[in-house]
């Protein structure tokens, strides 16, 4: 990829990043929230597989497949047809969504309590944890809706090239989150209700707010709501063409996710763990993998329908590899600095010392996966946009497989741990072979500087993460004050952001140049050429 592609590859990632970073950290608000009112036992253990039933359909139907198919078709009907048939195809599909998805949240209603034992059966040996997950999911049950809808908006506001807003919507669900939170807590607590409801009805908000948000932007592009039902509108076809293999190979995620569940609610708290652990770990998947992604498919998706794949490939390689030069040094950093993360985030209220210690030997299993877990978000979509869905979901299948296999072989040694790191295996597994596929579809990448990159950045990040686990020991990381332990933390991290540029300037890792131009521009230091 040629510097002016890698500039706008960058900047445009740099936007989405941006978005994405207020969105995360409140997440992360919102995680310390629920950490500090609820713990990490019985009713967080319930909520989060109450939640996971929405996730489990929003993946396969929403965000994932629909986002991978949407967007290319949206792209091709734009280009060939104009503007007016791009939103009236636009329309045609929020209207089959409201169907297909609303029927689908009247089943989650009427099945939830079954779907909770098949989820998670260990918690029939706690009484009413069953019943108590079921009642969440009800509540919750038209999220799936509401995440559609909005994935939909993001889409088509990608390929006008409005990156920022889309990615900002799901700061506005967690801010929302929150305020209804807090706000409905102490009702339900006066009400004599489980206040784990809070937390449901807060999620609820949330994500009617992450969809509503993305309309005004899009209405100044010309788009108009008049959801229309047209399942014979060639659009949609071509799209459901595209999404039904998807769907199937996402499938095969969702059955990694359940084994999970299954084999974690043995453990009184373990649920909660993992998920306290893989939100963490979200943080940079979102930032790099995401964001990076996200601009990535909007791109092959024109250099596809051009076909022009010299270009898709230079494109594909310069995304890979700015998210290794991101990826490794994160992974370093969350491993060597887990404890003290989760400590300053966590560690107040009903969330306990042991629950800090549990958390973090889990965000050090899910770390080892996260570079591979970002590259996927880039890999997996070119697939679709090149027409190919059958690959990933012959992948994705073949990965079961192996998730099933390493958790039965992890678990009797680190127990809950073991899910997590099978799960980066996973990952592992499926960015290489996907890799090696897509290298031979595409001519090679041979002369695209990946596998330099890969090898520079990994030592730069094993630079970078002993440092930093060495300077946390020596400041005041046993201090019982939290604002002493988190001023300390900023320290070190932002120390292991200077020793990443340094590592990288030192090794001639190019991809670091764009990068901080995009920074130095952010922060009004540097001039738009």
């Known amino acids: 990829m040629n510097q002016a592609a890698d500039r706008s590859l960058a900047r445009s990632a740099g936007a989405v990043s941006g978005a994405t970073m207020i969105s995360r950290v409140l997440g992360l608000a919102r995680e310390s929230v629920v950490a500090g009112f609820f ?7 319930a909520f989060n597989i109450a939640f996971r039933i929405p996730n489990l359909l929003r993946d396969l139907f929403a965000e994932g497949a629909l986002s991978a198919a949407f967007v290319p078709t949206f792209t091709g009907t734009l280009v060939r047809e104009g503007r007016q048939s791009a939103w009236r195809f636009a329309n045609a599909v929020l209207g089959t969504l409201l169907l297909i998805l609303g029927a689908a949240t009247l089943l989650i209603v009427a ?69 209804v939170t807090l706000t409905l807590y102490p009702v339900a607590r006066w009400m004599g209700v489980t206040p784990i409801y809070a937390l449901a009805m807060g999620v609820l908000a949330g994500v009617i707010g992450q969809f509503v ?4 932007p899009a209405m100044r592009l010309g788009y108009r709501f008049r959801p229309r039902l047209a399942l014979r509108d060639p659009g949609v076809r071509r799209m459901a063409a595209l999404m039904l293999p998807a769907v199937i190979g996402l499938a095969a995620t969702q059955i990694n996710i359940v084994v999970d569940g299954q084999f974690a609610s043995r453990w009184e708290g373990a649920v909660s ?12 998947i979102g930032l790099i993998g995401v964001a990076i992604g996200t601009v990535s498919l909007t791109g092959v998706s024109r250099d596809a329908a051009a076909g022009d794949i010299d270009a898709l490939r230079r494109r594909l390689a310069g995304a890979v590899r700015l998210i290794v030069v991101l990826a490794l040094p994160a992974t370093a950093g969350l491993i060597a600095l887990r404890e003290p993360i989760i400590r300053v985030l966590f560690q107040r ?3 306990e010392a042991r629950d800090t210690k549990a958390t973090a030997a889990v965000l050090m299993a899910y770390a080892v996966g996260l570079a591979a877990y970002s590259c996927l978000k880039v890999v997996v979509p070119t697939f679709y ?13 073949a990965s079961v497989a192996i998730k099933i296999a390493a958790s039965f072989a992890l678990i009797p040694w680190l127990r809950y741990q073991g899910l997590a790191l099978s799960t980066s295996l996973v990952a592992v597994f499926n960015v290489l072979v996907l890799w090696g596929i897509l ?22 990040a094993l630079f970078m993460g002993v440092c930093c686990g060495l300077l946390w020991r020596v400041g005041p990381h046993d201090s019982a004050s939290q604002v002493i332990a988190a001023a300390w933390l900023g ?21 670091v140049g764009p990068l901080m131009r995009v920074v130095a521009r952010r922060l009004g230091l540097q001039r738009e050429r």
């Open 111 to 179: 099945g939830a309590k079954l779907v909770v034992i098949i989820l998670a059966s260990g918690f029939s040996s706690s009484p009413g944890k069953v019943e108590l997950a079921a009642a969440l999911a009800r509540v919750m049950s038209p999220v799936l809706l509401f995440v559609a809808l909005a994935a939909v908006m993001m889409g088509a506001l990608n390929v006008f090239g409005r990156f920022f807003l889309p990615a900002f919507a799901p700061a506005v669900f967690n801010a929302v989150n929150i305020a």
């Open 439 to 460: 290298s031979k579809r595409v001519g090679g990448f041979r002369g695209q500087g990946v596998g330099s990159c890969v090898l520079r950045s990994a030592c730069c």
């Open 273 to 284: 763990w993992l998920q306290y652990a893989f939100r963490l770990m979200y943080l940079p």
């Open 491 to 511: 320290v070190v991290v932002i120390s292991g952001i200077v020793l990443t540029i340094v590592g990288a300037w030192a090794l001639r890792i190019e991809e």
């Open 39 to 45: 713990g990490a036992g019985t009713e967080t253990d």
């Open 349 to 351: 209220g009903l969330f």
């Open 385 to 397: 946009a090149l027409g190919d869905t059958a690959t990933p979901v012959r992948v994705s299948f």
């Open 213 to 216: 948000v993305q309309l005004p």
